[in-house]
């Protein structure tokens, strides 16, 4: 028998919406077979009436299910192959499987695609595994066979990375290594937009590449020609290079990780040659920006979330303030703006008051040009608001 979970009175109202997540708060009681209920297995939720409501993983924390499906199915290699065959048509649908220059993309997006707490990134042949539940961990190898069976011959390798993201006091001990194949990730180069990129996922930050900003990155291109430029929080350089290719007079990228601008520097060498007009600068951002003058007429602020979770958002908004002001402020006039926040926990309304009070600091006429966001292969579940994730805007400085 499945293990099967009974919510408290009133607490399938969200399930009912088919919102992924039950809080541990909701349980009233636990009924299993098995000696005692561990983290990953999968279990049946049921309301107090005792009708079933739905089926997902179970884990200890205050998200305590993860919701897999609303009905009565299987779990087996056929599900899984299901799920991953639908990721994949939503990127055909997209082109992005197809797309002639563009080879890397992300497969699955956690509750985007009905699979929470895994993520997959595709860079060409290698598909490179994220999980953040334990459930997705002690799945790997049933979604490893269903990845194979979708990309038979077009994927040669597939590499788990999530030590980092399972959560710690499970005790997993979960190592990074390959699921399937292997493939040298520190020669390894995608093509986003028809420019190149070395992705190295065994060592990078996340999967190795903030493939969510591609679309961002592109509209930038739009807005580079003759502008000095930098770009803040830079990682691999993929404003940096997007700027160039646009026409940028010279960029500058600034990140606290040595290892990221070496890797921003040669991703500019990679795609303009030696002689490139670029400068990286391994500082603090946040600092950087006090002390640069009135040089720059086009500058990307792309943050890591200042606001993990909630109990630090006031703190977060002072930080998004901060660092928006002194760019208005330096900003030449005519200037272009590009802000960003990855934070979950800020909204979009709360994301644009902030940089609104920020423009009210610096006491410049700006206009919003766009609003951004995700792009369509970070897709968001309707019934799970929280996965939009990605904000951004694009002011005009007078
Ligand atoms: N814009 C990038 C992604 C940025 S991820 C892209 O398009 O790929 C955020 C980056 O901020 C990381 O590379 C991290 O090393 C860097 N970072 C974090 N804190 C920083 C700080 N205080 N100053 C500068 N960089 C910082």
New binding site residues.
């Given amino acids: 028998m499945t293990t099967q979970i009974f919510l408290r009175r009133g607490k399938e109202e969200s399930l009912l919406r088919r919102h992924p997540w039950i809080f541990s708060g909701a349980i009233a009681s636990v009924k299993s077979d098995t000696a005692e209920i561990a983290e990953g297995d999968v279990v049946d939720v049921y309301t107090q009436a005792g009708d079933f409501i739905a089926r997902g993983h179970y884990q200890i924390g205050s998200i305590a299910v993860r919701v897999l499906t609303f009905d009565r199915e299987e779990i087996d290699q056929a599900w899984w192959n299901r799920r991953i065959a639908i990721a994949c048509d939503v990127r055909r649908t997209l082109g992005l499987s197809t797309a002639a220059d563009t080879d890397c993309y992300r497969l699955v997006h956690g509750e985007g695609d009905s699979l929470p707490g895994l993520v997959i990134d595709i860079y060409g042949s290698v598909a490179v595994i994220q999980c953040h539940s334990v459930g997705m961990y002690r799945s790997r190898m049933a979604i490893a066979e269903a990845l194979r069976e979708a990309f038979g011959d077009r994927l040669t390798a597939i590499y788990d990375k999530s030590s980092q993201t399972v959560p710690y006091k499970a005790g997993l001990n979960a190592v990074d290594g390959y699921l399937f194949g292997h493939s040298d990730s520190k020669s390894h180069i995608v093509t986003e937009n028809g420019l190149k990129f070395k992705v190295n996922w065994e060592e990078g930050?996340k999967t190795g590449?903030?493939l969510d900003?591609r679309e961002n990155?592109a509209l930038l291109r739009r807005y580079a020609a003759g502008r000095t430029v930098l770009?803040?929080?830079?990682?691999?350089?993929?404003?940096s290079v997007g700027a160039m290719a646009g026409g940028a007079l010279e960029v500058c990228s600034?990140?606290?990780?040595e290892r990221?601008v070496q890797l921003a520097d040669e991703n500019m060498r990679l795609n303009f040659g030696d002689q490139v007009r670029h400068e990286a600068v391994a500082?603090?951002?946040?600092e950087?920006l006090k002390h640069i003058g009135d040089r720059y007429d086009l500058i990307?602020l792309?943050?890591?979330a200042f606001a993990k979770h909630h109990k630090v958002l006031g703190n977060a908004l002072q930080g998004y303030k901060r660092i928006n002001a002194r760019a208005l402020s330096s900003i030449k006039s005519g200037g272009i703006l590009f802000t960003f926040s990855c934070s979950q926990a800020v909204s979009k309304e709360l994301f644009r008051t902030t940089v609104f009070s920020a423009a009210a600091i610096a006491g410049r006429n700006v206009r919003i040009l766009h609003q951004l966001t995700q792009p369509a292969d970070h897709p968001i579940n309707i019934y799970h608001p929280e996965g939009e994730y990605l904000k951004g805007l694009v002011l005009y400085v007078e």
Avoid: L
């Fill in positions: 930050q590449f903030f900003q990155r770009n803040t929080f830079c990682y691999t350089g993929g404003f600034v990140d606290s990780s990221a500082a603090d951002a946040v950087y990307i792309d943050p890591p």
